[in-house]
């Protein structure tokens, strides 16, 4: 079981928004600031796309955005791509530790 | 552009000790950087194993902590990880990934090697 718990699969046509949700508990997400995604594409190593529940990196389009409520995060993807396609993971802080969730296979319709 | 490589034997054997190295290029190892271990096991999710400064300064994942060790080696701008008393549940695809101090997310991966435990 993942320290972190997300949705197995999502899935959206071109065009359209998804979220992704990442719970936590109070000792991890609801504490620190510090929830990151990446994105993973079949064969390579992850990707980040958002850190710091919100930021982006440079190079990262601003189609992908991130929150957070409470002890869940969220990653959005607007205007749905056929390159988005891929796993999605949330990261998160906890007692000097990096927890991971379980992943979430986005399929583009 | 900071590079990073892993190098290893792709298998090892039950009970032996796994041992990677993470060449790194275009980037100083001795700079005010994380540089630490990420694996995944196939058809899962990535595991956070640990990470180093080049200080020595160590953080290490609780459930794997007894079977860690990390260096670097900043001559060579390589950092390494042994991994003791594997068995079939520490095959997975290893990555060696770089962290900047003052920032929570891993911002280079390697490609990753995959390490398989079996006699």
């Known amino acids: 079981q993942s320290a972190l718990t997300q949705p197995a699969s999502v899935s959206g046509s071109p065009g359209q928004s998804i979220t992704i949700s990442c719970k936590g508990t109070s000792s991890d997400i609801s504490e620190f600031n510090r929830v990151s995604w990446y994105q993973q594409r079949p064969g390579k190593a992850p990707k980040v796309i958002i850190f710091d529940v919100s930021n982006r990196p440079p190079g990262i389009s601003d189609r992908f955005s991130g929150s957070k409520s409470g002890n869940t995060a969220s990653l959005t993807i607007s205007g749905l791509q056929a390159e988005d396609e891929a796993h999605y993971y949330c990261t998160s802080y906890r007692d000097s530790n990096t927890l991971f969730g379980g992943g979430t296979k986005l399929t583009v319709l | 552009q900071v590079e990073l490589q892993e190098s290893g034997p792709g298998l090892v054997k039950p009970s032996d000790t796994l041992s990677l190295t993470c060449t790194v290029s275009g980037y100083s190892i001795s700079s005010d950087n994380w540089w630490g271990w990420i694996r995944q096991p196939p058809g899962q999710e990535p595991e956070w194993i640990g990470y180093?400064?080049?200080?020595?300064?160590?953080y290490y994942s609780p459930s794997l902590k007894s079977r860690i060790t990390m260096s670097v080696d900043t001559s060579k701008n390589q950092f390494s990880l042994n991994l003791s008393s594997v068995t079939a549940v520490d095959t997975a695809t290893y990555y060696c990934?770089?962290?900047?101090?003052?920032?929570?997310?891993?911002?280079?991966w390697g490609q990753g090697i995959l390490v398989i435990v079996s006699s």
């Open positions: 180093i400064h080049y200080s020595r300064r160590t």
């Open positions: 990934v770089k962290k900047v101090s003052a920032k929570s997310y891993y911002e280079a």
